[in-house]
């Protein structure tokens, strides 16, 4: 007879913890043995929606003791597979959401400018505007790219707690931000305001007006967006 084959660390750890917060199984229903488990993931891979897999792949990204070269070779396979999604593998690792690729790519790009200026809470907020995104909340998700936007206005001057223009408008006095982009994105913003489910509560309808295509596209502008609102602001103090 052949000896049984057990699930090594680190995956033991990482795929009992899947078990047991992911999957809600009990802790006396686990069983380690490598045939066992590469069944259960093979079957709930093949049948399960897309974004149930996601968040699979998701948790175990982001377990404490997930390989970090796993995390880069995940990201090269969605790029390889040339999926409309993208790996932030910055901690906590992040599935990132885009009509292509190099969008995706584009936004991973903004979130490290973010974080290595110290915009801390404004990828948080992208981060949270891909997880929207991921459960179908797009209202949720158009919202928290804006407040990403927001988070960096309030870095640019304290009067844009509420409201962009401030913020745009000091730019634009020192010519860091031209006239036509400030005017299109205080009017993208105006969409974001006016949209019922957005930016106020529900009044008589189900739903905000908004589905993927413009979730997707808002976490890539306001992603954009704030990154440059910090490059120009950086750029205009060092003149």
Request: aromatic share 8%.
């Amino acid at each position: 007879m052949f000896a049984e084959s057990w699930i090594a660390a680190p995956w033991d750890e990482i795929l009992h913890a899947k078990h047991v917060h992911l999957d809600r199984g009990s802790l006396d229903k686990w069983d380690p043995r490598f045939p066992r488990v590469r069944y259960s993931l093979r079957q709930r891979i093949e049948k399960w929606p897309f974004n149930r897999v996601f968040d699979l792949i998701q948790f175990v990204l982001r377990h404490p003791r997930c390989p970090r070269g796993f995390v880069k070779q995940m990201k090269k396979t969605f790029a390889e597979c040339r999926l409309a999604y993208t790996i932030d593998v910055a901690p906590p690792p992040t599935i990132i959401p885009a009509v292509t690729p190099e969008e995706g790519t584009a936004v991973v790009e903004s979130l490290g400018e973010l974080r290595e200026a110290g915009l801390d809470a404004s990828a948080a907020h992208l981060r949270d505007a891909s997880g929207n995104i991921h459960v179908g909340d797009w209202a949720g998700a158009v919202r928290e790219s804006i407040h990403a936007v927001e988070s960096v206005a309030r870095k640019l001057d304290p009067e844009a707690s509420s409201n962009l223009g401030p913020a745009l408008k000091s730019l634009e006095r020192h010519r860091a931000l031209h006239p036509a982009l400030r005017e299109a994105f205080i009017r993208l913003y105006g969409y974001a305001s006016d949209e019922q489910g957005i930016r106020h509560p529900l009044l008589d309808r189900t739903d905000a007006q908004v589905g993927r295509d413009e979730a997707v596209f808002m976490l890539g502008a306001c992603a954009s967006f704030a990154s440059y609102l910090w490059r120009k602001h950086v750029a205009g103090e060092t003149r």
